[in-house]
Structures are given as C-alpha cells and as structure tokens.
C-alpha cells in the first residue's frame, strides 16, 4: 500500500504559472516580475483594494488571490470610466472580467491537478473590494509589474495532511511483520482523506478519525515496536501536534469555513468591510439570537450600509425582536439594503413586517431543481431596470430546463409581493404626475 504525499512546491509552481499565463492570455498583457517578486509570509495580506480568490478543496486544499488597486484593473480591462460614474458602477465593470478570468484560470489548472491529486473541486470565484483583515495563515506572494502598476498574487496551500502521511509512511518503510496493523492505519487514513473532501458537512469527523489513529497507535506501540523495530514516539508527537493544529486552526485554513460548527449554530460571526467612510459591507455567519452583537448598525451614521444574508442559518424570537429595534433605531440618512437573501430570511421579512423592508432586498439566493437529473444549482436574483425580480431561465447540463425548488415557497411568495408593490408605487407616481 502506498500513500502519495503532496509536492507542495510543485503545486505552487503549477498554480502560479497557470494564473500568470491565464492572465496574460486573456488581457494581451506581459507581466515581469521584479528582482524580489516572490515572498513566503506569515499572514494573508492583501495588497490592493480590489481582489477576487477562488478556493480548492480535496487532495489540495488552499486559496489563490488575486489582488490590485482598482486604478489597476479598471486600465487592464481598458475600461475608461468617465468622473460622474458612479463608484458601484465602476465596480460592477471590474467584477465580471475579473470573476470570468479567475473562474477560466482556475478550471484549467484544476484539469492539470487532478491528473495527480484527486478527488479535488473548485469554489466560485468572490470579489472583495476595501481593506480587509484576515487571521494568520501562511501563504505565498508572488508579486508581478504592468505597465499599469503591479498585481500581487497570493497562494495559501493546506498542509496538515502532510504530518499524517509522512507518520504512517514511516511505519510502511519497516519490515511490516505486523500488517494487519499497517492495513488498519491506511484504511483510516484513507476515511480521513474522505472526510477532508467533505468538510463542510462535519469538521468533527476529521478531528475524531486523527484520534483514532493515535488511539490505535498507542494501544499497539509494543506490538509495533517489537516486530517493527521503530521508535514511535515521533509518529505518535507528530499526529498529536496535527490534531491540536487541526482543533486550533481548522476554520481559517479552508477560506470559506469560517468557523467550526458548533460556532456556526450557535453564534453569529460578523464580518465588516469599510469600502470608504460612508459605505459599509456586512457579512453575517451563524445563528441570529438576542445576545448577538448588532454593533455595527451603530456605527455608520450616514451612507450605505450593505447586508449578506446569505449564510444567516437560524433566526431566534428574541433574535428578531433585538434587529427590528437597531433597524428602528438606525439614522434615516442610513441607506439599509439585503443581498443574497434566502428563502429563510424571506419568509422571516413576510412573516415580520418590521424585520426588514422588503423593498431593500437587492438580490436574492434561489435554488433550482433539474426535475429530469435531479441536479440542484444555487441561482443569484437580482433586480432589473424597473426594480422588479424575474425569474430566470435556467438550463441543466443535461439539457432540460431547471424549475424553482419545491420548498422556495417563501421565495415566489415574496417576489409576488414585491413586484406588487412596485407596480402601485409606479402608478401612484404616473397619477400624481397627471395631477
């Protein structure tokens, strides 16, 4: 039995030029790079208050960035934007070019890793504009000079597996007289490596398997140490310091797993994200609750304060009752508005009036069913020119049309009403007009 350890330098290369050569296809630009471009650090800093990153999760695991001033980009994709365009106008522009160039990139070189390292998967490439802090986890920067000014390259790779490999290895390179013991260690490493790939769904399964194995390692120890003849104190230090890596820093290795699940169901995580003094961004992670901290609604007294909705999981009575009191709360020179709202946080705005004005809600997150394959696919709403929601056409790889899940009911009860009321608000206008 042999298990593949991973060239983690190999996998930088392979990221680098893939995203370097992807870039400088698709833009017809040369990037050059500087006498000191490449930096190992400790903590992911953005350079650049434009990025846009794309995950990996499975045999490799990590992040790729992409980072710039917005100057930078904007003169990339030749956009030449005129004074009085609005900045989320400008932003809009840069968006789409970057998110279809991260999206092309990253499928090509997800090709050429999974020739090696499966099973693997890609996550959606997200866009964050403004000055944002993130936790230590190591990366590196590889930075690159345009004749617009310079792009910055990040890429952060995963490596707790390699601890665990490089242990059993060492047992499998003994004589193996015991290889009963040999074979049960490499069948629960291969269901940690399972685990892995499917994290999202239970972080808890992938702590417990490291302990087995640690269990197994030290009820077997003499056995081991007399037919082996190997010293397993290092192995068993090794899996030990992994686990306790794994407890302490799980949640900010994988970039979207904000925290481990009992944070998640039970707390709300607050994310803010300052794009300039009067124009504030919130992410919202968890369980809303009545001890939950609402500060941030205090602390803009005057612009645009941007919600996401869209990984609010639980709502609780007291919860709801403690954010209708800061949204009443807040300055009418405070522009509130929801994003990628779910068919949950809908049904709590139908249900509870004053929980939110169901005319702030931008853009909604749907699912879609494909009645024929039964695949499912997340679909992003958003508002057209007369502001009104329409439901889009939806097309299954397998070529039949996608239909909104049965269970958005909240999701086609809300868009009637919405729609409703934009209709009457638009002919009150025209009447008052005439008058």
Known sequence: MHLESIDYDAVIDVLRNGFIAGLEDILEITLEAGETSTHSEKTYSPQGNCFVEVGFIGKVTGFVAICADEAV????????????????????????????????????????LLQTYSPMTMQAPKVTYGAVSYPKVGCVRHSMKTNSGEIHFYFSIDSMKLDVTKAIEKLEESEQKNQDVIEW??????????????????????????????????????????????????????????????????????????????????????????????????????????????????????????????????????????WGKQTKRLSDKVDLSFEECTSHFLEVCLEKPRFADKLSVESILSLYTCASCHYREEVILHKDSHRQFQLPKVLCSCGNIMRLSPKQESTTEFLAQVNNMLVNEQTTTTQDQRH
């Open 185 to 322: 260690l490499g069948t629960l490493f291969e269901e940690l490596e399972l685990t892995e790939t499917n994290l999202v769904d239970d972080v808890g399964d992938t702590i417990r398997k490291i302990e087995e194995i640690e269990r197994v390692l030290s009820d077997s120890e003499q056995t081991l140490d007399d037919t082996l003849r190997t010293d397993l104190q290092e192995a068993l230090s090794t899996l030990t310091h992994t686990r306790q890596t794994m407890n302490r820093n799980l949640a900010i290795t994988i970039h979207d797993l904000r925290v481990c699940n009992n944070q998640m169901l039970n707390h709300l995580m607050v994310t803010k994200v300052w794009e300039h003094d009067t124009y504030l961004k919130v992410t919202l992670f968890g369980y809303l609750e009545d001890r939950s901290n609402l500060a941030f609604f205090n602390e803009i007294g005057s612009g645009k304060l941007v919600i996401n909705a869209r990984n609010l999981l639980r709502f609780s009575d007291n919860g709801i009752r403690a």
């Open 73 to 112: 980009f904007s003169e990339c994709f030749d956009l030449q934007a005129e004074a009085s365009v609005l900045l989320d106008e400008i932003r809009h522009q840069i968006t789409g070019p970057l998110k279809e160039i991260a999206n092309t990139t990253a499928g090509k070189i997800l090709k050429i």
